[in-house]
């Protein structure tokens, strides 16, 4: 599985950015698409989660401000929607994929990370 991350960018405080991340390969095999991110001088965190199914999960810190989102016919690319950004929500975006452990056992991926940059 190979995921590549895109969208990131410069925006002012307020305003939305939509990250996506598409993934190639053998794409049947994820159960899970997670969004991380990596401030400087800071541990990367879960932002998001989407199951295969489509069940989602969040932290806490964009509960009510970022969706996550998954378009099966569309190489199963999963979007993170993100409104209402603020300054500290710049860092380094990760995709990041489990697998379905019954299909090919216990793997994970990471794709290229996407800087998004909010200014105050």
């Known amino acids: 599985v190979q995921l590549q991350a895109s969208g990131g960018g410069l925006v002012q405080a307020g305003g939305s950015l939509r990250l996506s991340c598409a993934a190639s390969?053998?794409?049947?095999?994820?159960?899970?698409t997670e969004w991380y991110r990596q401030a400087p001088g800071k541990q990367r965190e879960l932002v998001a989660t989407?199951?295969?199914?489509?069940?989602?999960?969040y932290a806490d810190f964009v509960k009510g401000r970022f969706i996550i989102s998954r378009d099966n016919d569309k190489d199963d690319t999963v979007y993170l929607q993100m409104h209402s950004l603020k300054p500290e929500d710049t860092a380094v975006y990760y995709c990041h994929a489990n697998s379905r452990p019954e299909v090919v056992g216990l793997y994970d991926w990471w794709g290229q990370g996407t800087q998004v940059t909010v200014s105050s």
């Open positions: 989407i199951t295969r199914v489509g069940n989602t999960n």
């Open positions: 390969g053998f794409t049947y095999a994820i159960s899970s």
